[in-house]
């Protein structure tokens, strides 16, 4: 079984930084994209910034120069630094990742989330 925690959300102020963190556990064959999402009260769920395995990196526009995903694929990690955050940003940010089982059976996970709360 294959398990994604997420840690490092919290409450900070406007213009402030976090960085949260997702580390992938348990059996599997290969990782290969990696992704954050994050969902507002009476919103749908958004990609902000994704990842692949030859790290090419994309970008809601909302984040764009703000934001920055990476991965340690050592570690089986994958980071989101949030710099100059907005009241705007306040959401559950979930971590996603997909590739192979062992087996070759296709591997998409998500984490629990973790809250992100921005005040004024």
């Known amino acids: 079984q294959v398990r994604l925690v997420e840690s490092g959300g919290g409450l900070v102020q406007a213009g402030g930084s976090l960085t949260l963190s997702c580390a992938v556990s348990?059996?599997?064959?290969?990782?290969?994209?990696m992704a954050w999402y994050r969902q507002a009260p009476g919103k749908q769920r958004e990609l902000v910034a994704g990842?692949?395995?030859?790290?090419?990196?994309n970008y809601a526009d909302s984040v764009k120069g703000r934001f920055t995903i990476s991965r340690e694929n050592t570690k089986n990690t994958v980071y989101l630094q949030m710099n100059s955050l907005k009241i705007e940003d306040t959401a559950v940010y979930y971590c996603?990742?997909?590739?192979?089982?062992?087996?070759?059976?296709?591997?998409?996970?998500w984490g629990q989330g973790t809250q992100v709360t921005v005040s004024s």
């Open positions: 990842i692949t395995s030859s790290w090419i990196t």
């Open positions: 996603y990742a997909n590739g192979l089982l062992e087996g070759l059976r296709a591997l998409n996970s």
């Open positions: 348990g059996s599997f064959f290969r990782i290969n994209t």
